[in-house]
């Protein structure tokens, strides 16, 4: 308990330090939007136009590749062989150049300029019919970056686009060669930075004057090296496919709108429709637009150009030394809950697992804290309806002490995640399991019962829907899920989203279940015990939402008391009905029997 007080000025400082940067910035990429402009044949500068009336303020150009500046018209091509073939009536020529290898020239004049400055190795430069061919070994030319249009970017700069760069890395290319145009204000790397993996320290130097993206859900190599020295910003996209087949307009605006409001997403990247799935997909576009901004701003939110979000915080270490030992006390809580050898079996086996996963750092306590304090709070306070909200209160002292040892600069920004997250939702329920049975009879009697029972079908289709339920959570949790979300769940969520916050489903369902399972005292240990474990699956959640340390605490608070709200009224609201529904499946059963033994 003494440790809560110092964890609770740290909690303090940090929630002094959260500001809302109240400024997102909605960037649509040009290629996409070039591939819908193909479809209506016009141009995408010209829909972009279109499409910034309704809010679109930026623009997401992407670095030329040899493949671009050929399909563009601006650079010519010719492959070693096709030298041999055509017989340009230079045998000299002909016979230096290798087969395997690729030339370049220009069409447009300075349209090479930037890929001889920025790849190596140099090419071999030769006159062929009055014309200069650039010889570059191999056949892969296609793929190399080949710097920016400047034209292009004064272009679109020129009509009040933010410019969003999308450089492009390459073996042995550095920022220095490539460079990065003076009028962008955001940096999106299209797969690793530039740079990755020798000459990363110059995209540093390059990089202070703009905001370098750090794209949801996406692996980017090389920004794990760069996330603290550059300025940054969190962005969140849709892939092309998954938005054309599956996400109609109002649901991409909520799940952006979310990600503005609870993950501190400021850089909206939106790609247009490009197929008539849902309709006209020009419509479509602009009520993505139009309603996004729309959204945003009565959110509280401006749409505009932003500006590097500076977090000052750092912990005072030796409260935080004083929050930690808090959490190794709770190991010492969580042993006294299990007869003789395994308390102190499972407590060590929790330490060593946070050691493991977290390392000797900071992390392994905070891990620790979120993995033995959502078991405590229904362990230890009696089987009555008030233990949910004192569970609640266990759970988020628990909170205090994870936020208190977790949360750091960098892991504010989230560039540096927390470990061991999807354990947080599995180990807690498990740990419950345990020590619920326990409670009636020694692990070797259970091991006993086990092995002796002669299962039913009934037994086998109940063990299977738990474990498809602990499946389903762990795969479910975070913002990029393995299991998509269903229709039923999609519905509850559209209707929640109206509400200030939106709490999570998991608490949603799980508290109801603790409800059930302490106001029906008279069911099986083994029903009580399963709608138990949901309750701790809730008191898991809650400790996960706040364990994402990007997101607000007040945003995260807001979120669990009202799930906890909730989940009372519908527990309570389901009881009778789930009491009607039992005493009229035990008649209906009980009638059954006399006919059972004819």
């Not at 330090?17 to 910035?25: A, I, P, T």
């Amino acid at each position: 308990m003494l440790s809560l007080i110092p964890a609770m000025f740290l909690v303090i400082r940090r929630g002094q330090s959260e500001h809302r940067q109240l400024m997102v910035s909605i960037v649509m990429d040009e290629q996409a939007l070039a591939e819908q402009a193909n479809l209506l044949g016009t141009t995408s500068f010209n829909l972009a136009l279109r499409y910034q009336k309704l809010g679109l303020n930026g623009i997401a150009l992407y670095e030329d590749t040899v493949e671009s500046l050929v399909l563009k018209g601006r650079v010519g091509i010719m492959l070693g062989h096709e030298v041999k073939l055509l017989d340009v009536g230079n045998n000299t020529l002909s016979t230096e150049i290798s087969p395997n290898s690729t030339l370049l020239t220009e069409i447009e004049p300075g349209s090479l300029s930037n890929l001889l400055l920025q790849n190596y190795p140099k090419p071999l430069e030769l006159q062929i019919d009055q014309r200069t061919w650039y010889v570059y070994p191999g056949n892969d030319m296609m793929s190399r970056p080949a710097g920016y249009n400047l034209s292009e970017i004064n272009r679109w700069s020129e009509a009040n686009f933010d410019i969003a760069y999308r450089p492009r890395n390459f073996p042995n290319l550095t920022v220095e060669q490539s460079g990065f145009p003076e009028k962008a204000k955001y940096l999106i790397y299209v797969t690793g930075v530039v740079g990755h993996p020798n000459h990363l320290e110059k995209t540093v130097l390059a990089s202070q004057n703009y905001l370098t993206a750090i794209i949801e859900g996406t692996e980017q190599p090389g920004m794990n090296t760069i996330f603290s020295k550059v300025p940054i910003v969190r962005l969140l996209s849709f892939n092309q496919e998954y938005l054309n087949r599956r996400l109609l307009p109002d649901q991409v605006v909520a799940k952006y709108l979310l990600a503005a409001n609870e993950r501190g997403v400021k850089l909206l990247y939106l790609r247009p429709y490009t197929e008539g799935h849902f309709g006209d997909m020009v419509e479509n576009t602009e009520s993505l637009i139009g309603n996004l901004r729309q959204s945003v701003e009565n959110d509280g939110f401006q749409v505009g150009t932003l500006s590097a979000n500076v977090i000052k915080y750092n912990p005072v270490e030796w409260l935080r030394t004083l929050a930690g030992i808090g959490v190794l006390a709770s190991l010492v809580l969580l042993a006294l809950l299990y007869p003789g050898i395994w308390g102190p079996t499972i407590s060590l086996t929790v330490l060593g697992a946070g050691i493991a996963i977290g390392g000797l750092d900071w992390g392994a306590l905070a891990l620790i804290a979120a993995l033995t304090f959502p078991v405590l709070g229904y362990t230890y306070i009696r089987d009555h309806l008030t233990s949910v909200g004192l569970a609640t209160l266990v759970s988020l002292s628990g909170v205090v002490l994870m936020v208190a040892v977790g949360s750091d600069h960098d892991a504010m920004l989230a560039v540096k995640p927390f470990a061991g997250v999807g354990a947080t939702l599995i180990v807690p329920p498990l740990l419950f399991i345990f020590h619920y049975a326990l409670r009636f009879k020694p692990a070797a009697g259970w091991v006993k019962t086990i092995w002796t029972y002669q299962p039913r079908v009934g037994d086998l289709i109940v063990f299977t829907l738990a474990i498809i339920a602990l499946m389903v959570v762990y795969l479910r949790r975070g913002n990029f899920p393995l299991i998509g979300v269903s229709n039923f769940e999609v519905s509850v969520r559209d209707s929640l989203s109206g509400l200030f916050v939106r709490p999570r489903f998991k608490e949603i369902i799980g508290h109801p279940l603790a409800v059930l399972g302490l106001t029906n005292k008279g069911w099986s240990i083994g029903v009580r015990g399963g709608l138990m474990t949901g309750g701790v699956i809730a008191q898991a959640s809650i400790l996960n939402s706040f364990s994402h340390y990007h997101t607000p605490l007040l945003i995260s608070l807001q979120r669990s008391i009202l799930a906890l709200v909730l989940g009372i009224a519908l527990g309570l609201a389901l009881t009778p009905i789930i009491k009607l529904l039992a005493r009229l499946i035990s008649f209906w059963l009980r009638d059954a029997e006399p006919e059972a033994q004819c």
